[in-house]
């Protein structure tokens, strides 16, 4: 799926998270596993997340100081 506003990063890193299941709360996963599943380095993914988070596609959530993510659209 095409998103009007993302770069080609933030939609590799979205279908990443689809692909994870990282569709819920109690379904978070850290930017290790999403960087592992997009085949995307870290930093990238990182970055990427950041961008994502205040663009409103994806929540962040902390704890146990690792942050975790999950996809709200």
Do not use: C, W
Not at 47 to 59: I, N, R, W
Request: proline share 3%; aromatic share 6%.
């Amino acid at each position: 799926m095409l998103y009007m506003s993302l770069n080609p990063f933030e939609e590799k890193v979205i279908e990443a998270m689809k692909a994870l299941g990282a569709t819920s709360e109690d379904k978070i996963k850290d930017a290790d596993q999403i960087a592992k599943a997009a085949k995307l380095p870290k930093g990238r993914v990182a970055a990427t997340l950041v961008s994502l988070v205040q663009k409103g596609y994806v929540k962040k959530i902390t704890r146990h100081k690792r942050a975790g993510y999950y996809l709200l659209k």
